[in-house]
């Protein structure tokens, strides 16, 4: 009796060094984390966001080509967005389309043009035009003749499933008109009949922009091999807190099936 309990308080005893080891390992990671996070927010209050941040950044990421953006929000704030669009064009995103259900971007370009003109030169010292932005559809040259560096495409939900209705009916018409054959329509032909990414490659991150995780509308034949992620809102959005976002999507492994 007295060999197993001395025996068991041999254990006990280094159970309880075990546990005071983890808590202190679980302790410093923590206070870690918490000092990694403060120097990001010194280095990263929206105020000290400059091109020279952004380029550095860049050179440690895996950028997503296409930048899909949901908002989903009821009050919108175009200059954060803007800003946001800015951040962008800094790391060097080449094609951000920006969604919104109802329009606000899309049918309103020539303010959102003027933000994000605005924008650009407080955070950047520079203009859309030096730094080649174009607002559409892919085209060769960029405004004053600057090759396109980063193209920014504005949707509504005119371009989500609607679109999809749409190119239904224009094949429709096309077999009845004998223009084509039924059996001619499938996964790799079905796409030159929609209109809304036409050009462009499909998105390979769709961040969303809301209290809610949901594509929204955002056109979705295009989201088969896009990763999804999630900022509950566009308002008050910290760099950082982006830059996060594209962290995580630097790390994801696509296996596009596989």
């Known amino acids: 009796m007295m060999q197993f309990a001395y025996a068991e308080a041999i254990f006990s005893f280094y159970a309880l060094l075990l546990q005071l080891l983890h808590y202190m390992i679980a302790f410093k990671l923590a206070l870690d984390h918490l000092a990694a996070c403060f120097c990001n927010l010194f280095r990263y209050s929206q105020q000290n966001v400059t091109l020279h941040n952004l380029h550095a950044d860049a050179r440690n990421l895996k950028?997503?080509?296409?930048?899909?953006?949901?908002?989903?929000?009821?009050?919108?704030?175009?200059?954060?967005?803007?800003?946001?669009?800015?951040?962008?064009?800094?790391?060097?995103?080449?094609?951000?389309?920006?969604?919104?259900?109802?329009?606000?971007?899309?049918?309103?370009?020539?303010?959102?043009?003027?933000?994000?003109?605005?924008?650009?030169?407080?955070?950047?010292?520079?203009?859309?035009?030096?730094?080649?932005?174009?607002?559409?559809?892919?085209?060769?040259?960029?405004?004053?003749?600057?090759?396109?560096?980063?193209?920014?495409?504005?949707?509504?939900?005119?371009?989500g499933k609607r679109d999809i209705v749409k190119a239904a009916q224009r094949i429709s018409a096309d077999v009845d008109a004998g223009r084509c054959k039924s059996g001619s329509i499938n996964t790799e032909t079905f796409p030159q009949y929609l209109c809304a990414l036409a050009g462009l490659p499909d998105p390979d991150l769709l961040v969303v922009l809301g209290p809610a995780f949901a594509t929204f509308g955002y056109p979705p034949w295009n989201l088969n091999l896009t990763e999804i992620m999630h900022v509950r809102?566009?308002?008050?959005?910290?760099?950082?807190?982006?830059?996060?976002?594209?962290?995580?999507?630097?790390?994801?492994?696509?296996?596009?099936?596989?």
């Open 63 to 159: 950028l997503p080509i296409h930048l899909g953006v949901t908002v989903a929000e009821n009050e919108i704030s175009v200059e954060m967005i803007a800003t946001m669009l800015i951040w962008c064009i800094g790391l060097g995103i080449s094609v951000i389309t920006l969604f919104d259900e109802k329009g606000k971007f899309k049918n309103n370009i020539a303010v959102m043009m003027k933000t994000l003109q605005q924008k650009c030169e407080e955070t950047l010292g520079k203009d859309t035009a030096t730094l080649g932005v174009h607002f559409g559809l892919p085209k060769t040259d960029g405004v004053n003749g600057i090759l396109c560096k980063t193209r920014i495409h504005l949707l509504s939900g005119d371009d």
């Open 233 to 258: 809102s566009h308002h008050g959005l910290q760099y950082r807190e982006f830059l996060g976002v594209l962290r995580k999507f630097s790390k994801c492994e696509q296996r596009l099936g596989k």
